[in-house]
């Protein structure tokens, strides 16, 4: 900070080259809160279990003549749910696309927007490239953030979709 008498008072912010704001999707599996770069989604839909498919140990879903491979956060994390509902009837299917691949994401809950400024995570704290950062919301909780383009990496090379945290 710096003042020039009659010229004012400058102050100047610097913000680590780690971090990053952008606009996210919010969302809850099992009782916890991730989020999506809101850039990465091309729409949300509603489900019913019989509309999801099995397709080579793949679960699938019809969606507007396309078939879209589902993917659950439960299996990507080694997250134990925190939620005490029943199994689900009904979900919400967030469909993200990047270039021209896209994915179905299964989620309990939608939370909604919000504008995040995003922290890098080291291999030391994640050991997975799923999560590409972390944010901290005002009432102190932890969101991770959801790599989508390695969640599409490994399911064209129909790898395991192994552990994020």
Known sequence: MSSQKGRGTTIRLCAPLTLASIQTLLFRVGGRLFAVPLSAVVEITRIMDPEIHRVDQREVLRLRDQILTLVRLEHLSRLHSIDTEP????????????????????????????????????????????????SILGDGTVVLILNVSAVLSRLSRAMPLGAIA
């Open 87 to 134: 199994a689900r009837k009904k979900h919400f299917v967030i469909v993200i696309g990047v270039t021209e691949k896209r994915f179905g994401l299964l989620v309990d809950s939608l939370v909604g927007e919000e504008e995040l400024v995003i922290k890098a995570l080291p291999g030391e704290i994640v050991s997975s490239d799923l999560v590409s950062g972390a």
